[in-house]
């Protein structure tokens, strides 16, 4: 599935997202996360070993919600299947490429330090293939003047 050219411009611009994992067929957990993406795959990267890695391992089916970075009522909600998840060095070279465009410095360490230097567990990509894309992209709320 394609994904709007808003949504790609929102991505690239910092936009954060709400991933929802089953944990079961009754629970789910959800979590706030960076997001990117490559063609019209979206790519969520996390440490391995964590809940979500298990869970998704589990059922692949993942709901993730993006907002807008600066209008609060605009978002896009993505379900999908995670397709493929890369657990080789690339993804620690992902998370610093993201580390470094949000927060503008290499992931949870100083510039120069190696990753094992940090101690830093590693890491994995969702590469996720979009089924539905629902867009709730609105003009900006405006209050009356007082």
Not at 21 to 50: A, P
Request: hydrophobic content about 35%; some cysteine; aromatic content about 8%.
């Amino acid at each position: 599935m394609q994904l709007p050219s808003e949504l790609k411009l929102a991505i690239d611009n910092n936009a954060f997202c709400a991933i929802a994992t089953n944990i079961d067929e009754n629970i789910i957990q959800n979590h706030l996360m960076w997001v990117d993406y490559k063609e019209n795959k979206i790519l969520i990267n996390t440490e391995q070993g964590r809940k979500k890695t298990q869970n998704i391992r589990i059922n692949p089916n993942l709901t993730i919600v993006i907002f807008h970075p600066t209008e609060m009522y605009s978002s896009w909600e993505i379900r999908g299947v995670v397709e493929n998840i890369i657990d080789n060095d690339s993804a620690n070279e992902h998370i610093d490429y993201l580390s470094n465009r949000y927060t503008g410095k290499p992931y949870r360490r100083d510039t120069g330090v190696s990753w094992n230097e940090a101690d830093i567990k590693s890491r994995e990509i969702w590469v996720v293939n979009t089924n539905n894309i629902i867009s709730m992209v609105r003009p900006q709320a405006k209050s009356d003047p007082e």
